[in-house]
């Protein structure tokens, strides 16, 4: 009787212990959390999934945004930002100066992107812009550049693996560092995992600099895991640059069946122009944060560019992440939706948007502007598949169009409207890539390239089922349910 006793005094303390840790976990969640869906979550894994609840939020929830972990080294070198903001005046200026109707229909959204990123949004002009479907047509293009390089190559990559064209990019990359040319690349610890103790060590051992993002340590894995650089980057000496969804692997080239469970469709750009100097900012802040280096300006990085007179093409580059002060890629598609004047046609691997995204969809559709949306029939995730289902009712009551991409995996970040801006980049409308990752897309301010867009667009939903409302109201209970379930965890997928 008095060992029960005891045991049962014992469960008492340990009960009370862990409110009363579980409420400080609580208030520091509150404090710390901006997102009220977020909170919520939080606080619900917290009280009723005991210890894995604090756990899981010390490991995947503390806002690094806040808390300001990641620092903009470039932007602390004054001697950099004094004659990096003078070049990029002169380029932004050129074009006011000149006038451009896209840009003056959509002065808000420029101003906008402007503002967000201090000093490093400006409207970049002067461009050759290529837009580029699947890996198949980005590799070549990509190669032929790289065996072009005078100067330097910076690349930076999420998934960087150690399959064929993997190693022909490294074998070209030891090459041209060979031959004295800068080589600079960075790639992500988690999702370029594959490649750390083969092409990496290879690199190195012939004169290419290579650093990893954020690498991960065991004893901080889950928190790193967390915060990653998803972004797809390459500048060649300045002045031609890459981006979009495509990374370094052969199941992005449908011409490699054998590497493929299925067709990978996916988007990317090719600029040539001053627009390489946002995507070249975005790499040298990544790489001072990496390398910890302090590199300073230099024109050969930022190269005075002179395109022909046809080729205006007006364009913002836009990163966010950890050390963004907003979330501004979130910032432009919710501007967007609002200044298009009739139809926005969107596509995405994975929707699970954060509240104003949402609404901010329910309003176009209801001020009698069309929203169309492009999400994977096939998933390479049932998860976030579920997750994004439970938010296709209202969207379809409201009256937005839904496809559902069959012919393949969609893995493309794209957006385009009939005023004529667009955007590629490599963000997904989802929390994750608002809040957590390194990402980086760009808007671009032309009719002829928006139309270029949108037919790809409409080749796409060829290739797509449209969900009707009816037929979705159908589903099982059982699918509904699952579908709950997921939205309650969506802001911590």
Same mark, same amino acid.
């Given at each position: ?10 469960? #008492?303390?340990?009960?009370? *212990? /862990?409110? $009363?840790?579980?409420?400080? =976990?609580? %208030?520091?969640? &509150?404090?710390?959390?901006? +997102? #009220?869906?977020?909170?919520? *979550? /939080?606080? $619900?894994?917290?009280?009723? =999934?005991? %210890?894995?609840? &604090?756990?899981?939020?010390? +490991? ?434």
């Amino acid at each position: 009787m008095i060992s029960l006793f005891f045991e049962s005094e014992w469960v #008492i303390y340990i009960e009370v *212990a /862990y409110f $009363l840790i579980a409420t400080l =976990v609580a %208030v520091r969640i &509150i404090y710390d959390t901006d +997102s #009220i869906s977020k909170t919520l *979550a /939080y606080l $619900l894994l917290v009280f009723f =999934v005991p %210890v894995f609840g &604090i756990i899981f939020y010390f +490991s995947f929830g503390i806002n690094y945004r806040r808390r300001k972990m990641y620092s903009k080294k470039l932007i602390a070198n004054d001697n950099y930002a004094e004659r990096f903001y003078s070049r990029m005046r002169e380029v932004h200026l050129d074009l006011q100066q000149q006038g451009h109707p896209i840009v003056d229909q959509h002065r808000s959204l420029v101003n906008l992107l402007s503002n967000a990123i201090v000093g490093e949004g400006p409207l970049l002009v002067d461009n050759n812009v290529e837009l580029l479907q699947n890996g198949e047509t980005f590799f070549p293009r990509l190669l032929e550049d790289l065996r072009a390089a005078k100067h330097h190559i910076h690349i930076e990559y999420y998934i960087y693996e150690n399959t064929e064209i993997g190693r022909d990019i490294a074998d070209i990359l030891k090459a041209k560092a060979q031959e004295g040319i800068e080589v600079r690349f960075i790639y992500d610890d988690f999702g370029s995992r594959s490649i750390r103790k083969n092409i990496v060590k290879d690199l190195r051992a012939n004169g290419v600099q290579a650093f990893a993002f954020n690498k991960i340590i065991l004893l901080a894995l889950a928190n790193r895991l967390n915060y990653r650089n998803h972004r797809k980057i390459v500048v060649i000496d300045g002045q031609i640059a890459y981006t979009g969804g495509i990374n370094i692997s052969d199941r992005y080239d449908n011409r490699r069946k054998a590497e493929n469970d299925f067709f990978w469709r996916d988007t990317h750009i090719r600029i040539e122009g001053s627009g390489a100097y946002g995507l070249q900012h975005v790499f040298l802040t990544d790489w001072n944060f990496c390398s910890k280096e302090n590199i300073n300006f230099s024109a050969d990085y930022f190269p005075k560019i002179h395109m022909g007179k046809q080729e205006t093409l007006p364009l913002q580059v836009i990163a966010s992440g950890p050390d963004s002060d907003v979330p501004s890629i979130l910032f432009s598609v919710l501007q967007a939706i609002q200044a298009t004047d009739h139809e926005i046609c969107i596509t995405t691997p994975y929707y699970i948007p954060d509240e104003s995204l949402q609404v901010a969809i329910k309003i176009a559709v209801l001020s009698g502007k069309k929203v169309k949306l492009l999400l994977p029939g096939i998933t390479d995730s049932l998860t976030v598949k579920l997750a994004s289902e439970s938010y296709f009712q209202e969207l379809l009551e409201s009256g937005v169009e839904i496809y559902l991409y069959k012919k393949g995996f969609i893995h493309a970040k794209t957006w385009v409207t009939d005023s004529g801006i667009s955007s590629v980049g490599t963000c997904n409308l989802d929390h994750r890539s608002f809040d957590l990752n390194f990402e980086v897309n760009v808007v671009l301010y032309d009719m002829d390239f928006a139309n270029q867009m949108r037919d790809m667009f409409k080749e796409d939903c060829k290739n797509s089922i449209k969900l009707e409302l009816e037929r979705w109201n159908k589903r099982s209970k059982w699918h509904r349910l699952k579908n709950s379930i997921l939205r309650l965890l969506s802001p911590l997928l």
